[in-house]
Each structure stands twice: as C-alpha cells, then as structure tokens.
C-alpha cells in the first residue's frame, strides 16, 4: 500500500516561487504514474501536471504550462513540482495521487492521495 505525504506549501509572494514535494512509501514510485492535482477554495480539485512511471513523459495544464516543471526521483521516491511566477489564484491546497499504470490527466483514476499540503500567493 502506497502512502504519500506532500510538503512545501507555505505563504509566497506573488511572482515568487515554491517547490512542492511528494514523498512516496511502502512501495516505489518507478512503478507508479504520479500526478498533482489542486483544490482552490470554493472550486473542485484539478489537474495540474503529470509524470510518467520512468519520469521521461509529462503532461501540464494550460493554467500552469510554462510555470511548473513536474519531475521524479526513482531512487529517492519523491516526486517534485516546482512552481514559479505565483499568481494569488494559484493559491489552493496542492496533492499528490499515484496510479499502478500509465499516469493521466483525470483524478478518479489516481489509486492513491496524499493529504495535500496549503499554498498560499499574496498579492
């Protein structure tokens, strides 16, 4: 069973940056797709970036498409996302989820959540 913890929100200024991450264990990440998903306040939680089981392939959102580099340590099992030019509507609680597959854009099919950790942009 596969647990995963987020860590590295906190309160940014606007156009600043944050580097999320996602610690991985009882089991390893290799064999997982990864995502990172968003819940802002008052919205329903939403895709942000994608990796591969390898870390070779990714996938973004166009909200965040040039801003956010989503990447993957196998032998650390950790996945990252750094985030740079904040605006104050990326503020939102940031999750992790994993797959045992390829990794994709839609939630329902993620097998395993963390708990998210909270972002906040000021102005």
């Known amino acids: 069973q596969m647990q995963l913890v987020e860590s590295g929100g906190g309160l940014v200024q606007a156009g600043g940056s944050l580097r999320l991450s996602c610690a991985a264990s009882?089991?390893?990440?290799?064999?997982?797709?990864m995502g990172w998903f968003r819940q802002a306040p008052g919205k329903e939680r939403e895709f942000l970036a994608a990796?591969?089981?390898?870390?070779?392939?990714?996938s973004y959102a166009d909200s965040v498409e040039g801003r956010c580099t989503i990447s993957k340590d196998n032998a650390k099992n950790i996945m990252y996302l750094q985030m740079n030019s904040l605006k104050p509507e990326d503020t939102a609680v940031y999750y992790c989820?994993?797959?045992?597959?390829?990794?994709?854009?839609?939630?329902?099919?993620?097998?395993?959540w963390g708990q998210g950790t909270r972002a906040t942009v000021s102005s």
């Open positions: 009882g089991s390893t990440v290799r064999m997982y797709g």
């Open positions: 990796v591969s089981r390898s870390g070779s392939k990714t």
């Open positions: 989820a994993a797959r045992y597959s390829l990794y994709d854009v839609v939630q329902y099919r993620y097998d395993f």
